[in-house]
């Protein structure tokens, strides 16, 4: 490989440093950690040679290669070779130079671009088509500008299972994606984990994608930075600055809640859809907070506790955060394996064959918010509604598909809480000279109804559906939180 002059070499340090900060922009999902360091392990891999999208030679032969799997499958086939076969396939040595192009920033879709760049003898673009990790292909800004040209699906064995051609004009990500699930669906070989390689393009293309915003600069050294203030003292604070730096002056991270796992459901698809139930840390709160996934973490909801027959229940009172901001694991305190205080880490934690759910229970998590204000396009913020719908009706819930910005809902979308000592039910929150408004019959409040000043005694709201509505002084409504007593006595 003859060297640029703007070339970057990255040790495996570096790659280790990479995976643990895209484990927190992986959002729970994209692969466990431990999946990421263990591939980059079994490659042998000791440093891959790095360049950014806007200065890569006109004439570089470049391609994205990735993989689609669910976490279990992941975890019973530890493969990079399909992605690996497919890339060496799809762009032949001969191309020289050539690049990979990271489809997004994860443990391990983040991790397998460098393992095949390296074994390639190709450069990894140090920029990506999107700074988080996501569960579908069209969730990015690059999926619904770029066309996608020709995909190849290569199994770990060099055997070609895919090679198929698009229009020019395909940009509905939609339709490779169902391509590449129906060729591992038939063909075993994949084993659950179908590698594969597409979008291929020349360093001209990627220099006007570049150009055209439709590329996330610098996500690798972005996700690496977050890495190395992982388990440092202050790390939160080390964390929140190099989010801050990428993000601009404009928006910034939040720590949306903090407390301890209570309980965890899941269900396998293509997608692994689940939900994880935590407790506040505060002994007098009753708040919680629930997260739904598919496979990354798609929506978070507050919740309070309330004993139902004496049997703790939770009730969902109002939105925390919404996809396409991020929604993301920072672990506080303890250590068990790989989980450590100061890192981040995915939803298979909380499962036992691959993590340590007691771990989670016994000590503080933090949810990290991230806004994503570049992922806020009308067909974005649809895709996500599509799949947070399909986590919440896996559990017979609904969504509306309203997205509202983090820092919106952070302004603008009450708490309600039980306080344990007295039973009052509260409601908090608000911006100065705003008031909250409630009822107790279940109908939206409204500029009459009645203002919530002092707590309620929860006798006057068990066996009712109480909400709480916020307006601004200048009487124009906010956001709405409810709760359902109806099963309190």
């Known amino acids: 490989m003859d060297h640029h002059p703007t070339m970057h070499v990255y040790s495996k340090e570096d790659l280790r440093c990479y995976i643990e900060g895209a484990t927190?922009?992986?959002?729970?999902?994209?692969?466990?950690?431990?999946?990421?360091?263990?591939?980059?392990?079994?490659?042998?891999?000791?440093?891959?040679?790095?360049?950014?999208?806007?200065?890569?030679?006109?004439?570089m032969h470049i391609a994205t290669a990735a993989q689609v799997f669910a976490p279990s499958d992941?975890?019973?086939n530890q493969d990079y070779k399909s992605a690996l076969n497919s890339y060496n396939r799809l762009i032949?040595?001969?191309?020289?130079?050539?690049?990979?192009l990271p489809v997004e920033v994860g443990a391990v879709n983040g991790i397998v671009p460098a393992i095949t760049a390296a074994l390639s003898s190709a450069y990894l673009i140090l920029d990506s088509q999107i700074d988080r990790s996501m569960p579908e292909m069209d969730m990015g800004l690059f999926h619904l500008h770029v066309p996608y040209r020709h995909l190849e699906m290569v199994t770990e064995d060099g055997s070609q299972k895919l090679n198929k051609f698009y229009s020019e004009k395909l940009t509905d990500a939609m339709i490779p994606e169902e391509d590449i699930l129906k060729t591992m669906q038939d063909n075993p070989g994949f084993k659950g984990v179908g590698g594969f390689a597409t979008y291929v393009m020349t360093g001209a293309d990627?220099?006007?994608?570049?150009?055209?915003?439709?590329?996330?600069?610098?996500?690798?050294?972005?996700?690496?930075?977050i890495g190395l203030q992982m388990g440092q003292p202050d790390f939160e604070n080390r964390i929140f600055q190099v989010i801050q730096q990428h993000l601009g002056s404009s928006f910034r991270p939040y720590r949306l809640f903090t407390g301890y796992l209570a309980e965890t459901k899941e269900q396998s698809h293509a997608q692994d859809y689940g939900y994880a139930d935590f407790i506040s840390d505060d002994p007098e709160s009753a708040m919680g907070a629930r997260i739904y996934y598919s496979n990354e973490n798609m929506i978070a909801y507050h919740l309070v506790w309330v004993l139902v027959r004496d049997v703790p229940v939770p009730l969902e009172t109002g939105p925390m955060a919404i996809g396409p901001d991020s929604i993301s694991y920072l672990l506080f305190e303890g250590e068990s394996g790989i989980f450590k205080a100061g890192y981040s880490f995915s939803n298979e934690a909380f499962q036992e064959a691959h993590g340590d759910p007691d771990l989670f229970k016994t000590n503080r998590v933090a949810i990290i918010g991230i806004p994503e204000p570049r992922l806020r396009s009308d067909p974005v913020t649809k895709a996500y509604a599509r799949e947070i719908s399909r986590a919440r009706e896996a559990f017979g819930k609904t969504y509306d598909g309203i997205y509202i910005p983090l820092e919106r809902l952070?302004?603008?979308?009450?708490?309600?809480?039980?306080?344990?000592?007295?039973?009052?039910?509260?409601?908090?929150?608000?911006?100065?000279?705003?008031?909250?408004?409630?009822?107790?019959?279940?109908?939206?409040?409204e500029s009459d109804s009645p203002v919530l000043k002092d707590p309620l005694e929860l006798s006057a709201v068990a066996g009712r559906v109480l909400k709480a509505r916020l307006f601004l002084q200048d009487g124009s409504p906010a956001m709405t939180v409810s709760a359902d007593f109806s099963g309190v006595l």
Request: proline share 6%; aromatic share 8%; glycine share 14%.
């Open 92 to 100: 032949p040595e001969n191309y020289a130079p050539r690049g990979v």
């Open 410 to 445: 952070n302004a603008m979308c009450p708490r309600l809480d039980v306080k344990k000592n007295s039973g009052k039910v509260t409601v908090s929150g608000g911006i100065p000279g705003s008031v909250i408004r409630y009822t107790t019959d279940g109908n939206t409040p």
């Open 74 to 76: 992941i975890w019973a």
């Open 24 to 59: 927190l922009l992986a959002t729970g999902g994209g692969g466990a950690k431990q999946v990421a360091h263990n591939l980059l392990d079994k490659s042998g891999v000791e440093n891959v040679y790095g360049i950014g999208s806007s200065m890569v030679p006109e004439t």
């Open 206 to 225: 990627l220099v006007s994608y570049a150009n055209q915003g439709w590329i996330f600069h610098n996500t690798f050294e972005y996700a690496r930075q």
